[in-house]
């Protein structure tokens, strides 16, 4: 049995975002100990190892929700995690793709640039008029915090 901050450290997980888990039904509700203190057992350990490495690979929530089920009842096909998987190595080739492009234009920018004054920049040049960019990229999400 481990608590909460052991499970933790051994994941990699941040103590809130072990209690988010339980909170939306990622991981189960722990036993609790006498005192009161969260206990997790070998199971939610790997579970929550699980989730951690499907948020690395930039898996969402909710398909992270689905591939858990799946992985809970393991006599189903695994067609629906095959599908799961491709909708998100589809959705990393599109974010590689605009990145890819966001890199070509930086890139000529910078050496657009004759380290002149910044008056005649080519960089601040670019910022200030989009359509002097060459490629097409995509527009810049809005800085709101979250």
């Given amino acids: 049995m481990y608590a ?3 499970l933790a450290r051994r994941t990699g997980t941040s103590v809130q975002t072990i ?3 339980e909170q ?3 991981l189960p509700e722990p036993e609790r100990s006498a005192g009161g203190q969260r206990r997790y057992d070998a199971g939610t ?3 929550l190892t699980f ?3 499907a948020r690395q690979l930039g898996f969402g929530l909710e398909a992270i929700r689905d591939l858990l089920d799946l992985s809970d009842h393991p006599e189903q096909p695994c067609e629906d995690a095959d599908r799961i998987a491709a909708q998100q190595l589809r959705a990393v080739e599109q974010r590689i793709a605009r990145l890819e ?3 070509e234009e930086l890139a000529r920018m910078v050496h657009d640039c004759d380290g002149g004054q910044a008056g005649a920049c080519r960089v601040i040049e670019v910022l200030r008029d989009h359509s002097e960019c060459l490629t097409d990229h995509p527009a810049p999400e809005t800085d709101v915090p979250r």
């Fill in 4 to 6: 909460i901050g052991a």
């Fill in 19 to 21: 209690r988010y888990y």
């Fill in 24 to 26: 939306i039904g990622l």
């Fill in 45 to 47: 350990l790997d579970r």
């Fill in 51 to 53: 989730i951690r490495h």
């Fill in 101 to 103: 492009k966001l890199r």
